[in-house]
Structure formats: C-alpha cells, structure tokens
C-alpha cells in the first residue's frame, strides 16, 4: 500500500484526485501500477485502476490477471469494479472506503456480486485506510 500511496500524492502534486494503484503477480512483484490521469490523458477512463490493469496485461501478455492481487488507496468505483471482474483478478485490497460511489462493498458490491458471470474475488479493505481517507480529505480541502 505505500508504493500505491506514493501513486495517489504523484497524482495530487498533478492536479488529480489522489488515487494509486498496483497490480502484483503471484510473487508480490509489481506488474502495472497507475494513479488517476483524467486530466492528463485526457480520459474519462484515465482511474488508477485501470491504468494498473492495463500495464499488468501489457506485462503478461494476457487480459486475465488470475493470480494477481490490485491494492488501490480508494475504493474502486463501478467502471474499475467491471474492470477487475473482467481480468479476472482474485484477490484486491483497499485503503479507503468510498462512502459516494464504492462497487466494492460500500455503495455497490459488484466484486462480490454472486449473479455476475465472474468470479468472486477476496475483498480485503481497511488497509493503511486513515492516510489514503486522509490524503483525499486534504486534496478536496485545498480545492475548495
């Protein structure tokens, strides 16, 4: 979660919403990392999440990321959540909780959505859970 959280403040020193993210393979190395890049890319698709899967799948040589575990500092919304379904990654960790949009338990739980022709992977949240809240809260109180 520290290399993810060194994504998110890259992300916030550029004017992004403070959110970082990796995909590590099945011996804890790391094969895509991404923080948020709408603004820059510009894309709308341009989350953390996304951006991890997509370096992970280049590295693989696969869109299915089985072995592989996401550790994000937010939770990941609707359009993330669909992405991790669709690379079939079994297992993510989460800082924050996202109380407004979250798919993975807060406000939707698309991950572990048994009706859903996927897969159920681990959710495990909470982790390092008050900086990432806390990297956020300061990102939106210097906007304002």
Known sequence: MGLALAAARDAGDAGEIPV?????DA?????????NMREA????TGHAEVIAIREA???RGSRVLDEC?????????????????????PRVVIGA???????????YDLL???RLPHAVPEVVGGVRADECAALLRAF????R
């Open 140 to 143: 939106f109180e210097h906007r």
């Open 57 to 59: 799948a280049a590295a």
């Open 112 to 114: 572990r959505d048994g």
């Open 41 to 44: 890319m510009p894309d709308p």
């Open 20 to 24: 970082g993210a990796l995909v590590l």
């Open 97 to 107: 909780w996202d109380e407004k949009a979250g798919a993975a338990g807060s406000v």
């Open 69 to 89: 575990t996401l550790v994000v500092t937010l939770e990941p919304c609707v359009m993330c959540a669909g992405a991790i379904l669709a690379a079939r990654i």
């Open 27 to 35: 011996d804890g190395a790391v094969i895509g990392a991404g923080r």
